[in-house]
Nanobody, 120 residues
Framework: QVQLVESGGGLVQAGGSLRLSCAAS????????MGWYRQAPGKQRELVAH???????SYADSVKGRFTVSRDNAKNTVDLQMGSLKPEDTAVYYC??????????????WGQGTQVTVSS
């Protein structure tokens, strides 16, 4: 069992910055990667950023250059630094924990989500 807890969401003006954090606990040895997803009203949940246990990162085109995902293995946390925020970034943000099978990562746990609201 792995538990994920997100924090850091809130209200910010367009152009501002916000930092989200995801803390993992439990059987963390089974986790090979972590991801950040978001879901806005009327839209499907989408991948925002992804980081592997080896430190490789990837980003959605919509946030590339504005968001940075990082990890702190000693603290078992994964952060998402969000800058140049836009109203379109408003969503509930979720972190997930993934396992690797070959070259395929699959989700095994989700956090509860944290609301990010960007005002215009």
């Amino acid at each position: 069992q792995v538990q994920l807890v997100e924090s850091g969401g809130g209200l910010v003006q367009a152009g501002g910055s916000l930092r989200l954090s995801c803390a993992a606990s439990g059987s963390i040895f089974s986790i090979n990667a972590m991801g950040w997803y978001r879901q806005a009203p009327g839209k499907q949940r989408e991948l925002v950023a992804h980081i592997t246990s080896g430190g490789s990162t990837s980003y959605a085109d919509s946030v590339k250059g504005r968001f940075t995902v990082s990890r702190d293995n000693a603290k078992n946390t994964v952060d998402l630094q969000m800058g140049s925020l836009k109203p379109e970034d408003t969503a509930v943000y979720y972190c997930n924990a993934e396992r690797l099978s070959g070259t395929y990562y699959y989700t095994v746990y989700w956090g509860q989500g944290t609301q990010v609201t960007v005002s215009s």
